[in-house]
T-cell receptor, first 118, second 116 residues
């Protein structure tokens, strides 16, 4: 079963508008972390935002915010005021487990290619 | 912020040869490093988890003898693709974990391997 699902293979947005990239996840672990990464054509993975399962408030980082709906197991990324440089592939990822010194691997969604039009 | 350096960024090799890719954590100690493989326009697939001083843990379906991983120090992990074939051509990327900042996984720049 897919643990992280991104149902939008591609998204288009007009420059300066907001866009929401969808992500749903599946886990039975009460402790987990959700990540969003941006991957431009160069291939590097750029960390955008993190949301912990016990965090009470939605995470925000500049123009990025995470719409965390725990009961629905969704963690959508909202990009406000889109810029041409936002065109890239975006990945949602989850790390299960968070206690002690054991580190969980990151499981990635399929990715969404975002294209920002001028 | 924390930096992970991966080298080389791209490499072309002949079929049958071996290629070594290095992943270094530059300003923190990484007890755990992860190696991923990515095909064009697809997701990152975890290949193996590398723990300093112990054997790597490979994901199901990943050939241990083909993808040799060594994590000899807290700042360096290497992935060696042995007897490379054209189907091994892919984008390989590493990530490193820091004890102090678990809300972020730090990635190297990636290595684009082409086997001809």
């Amino acid at each position: 079963a897919q643990k992280i699902t991104q149902t939008q293979p591609g998204m288009f947005v007009q420059e300066k508008e907001a866009v929401t990239l969808d992500c749903t996840y599946d886990t039975s672990d009460p402790s987990y972390g959700l990540f969003w990464y941006k991957q431009p054509s160069s291939g590097e993975m750029i960390f955008l935002i993190y949301q912990g399962s016990y965090d009470q408030q939605n995470a925000t980082e500049g123009r990025y915010s995470l719409n965390f709906q725990k009961a629905r197991k969704s963690a959508n990324l909202v990009i406000s005021a889109s810029q041409l440089g936002d065109s890239a592939m975006y990945f949602c990822a989850m790390r299960e487990g968070g206690s002690g010194t054991s580190y969980g691997k990151l499981t990635f969604g399929q990715g969404t290619i975002l294209t920002v039009h001028p | 912020g924390a930096v992970v350096s991966q080298h080389p960024s791209w490499v072309i090799c002949k079929s049958g040869t071996s290629v070594k890719i290095e992943c270094r954590s530059l300003d923190f100690q990484a007890t755990t490093m992860f190696w991923y493989r990515q095909f064009p326009k697809q997701s990152l697939m975890l290949m193996a988890t590398s723990n300093e001083g112990s054997k790597a843990t490979y994901e199901q379906g990943v050939e241990k003898d083909k993808f040799l991983i060594n994590h000899a120090s807290l700042t360096l992990s290497t992935l060696t693709v042995t007897s490379a074939h054209p189907e091994d051509s892919s984008f390989y990327i590493c990530s490193a974990e820091s004890d102090r900042r678990r809300t972020e996984a730090f990635f190297g720049q990636g290595t684009r391997l082409t086997v001809v």
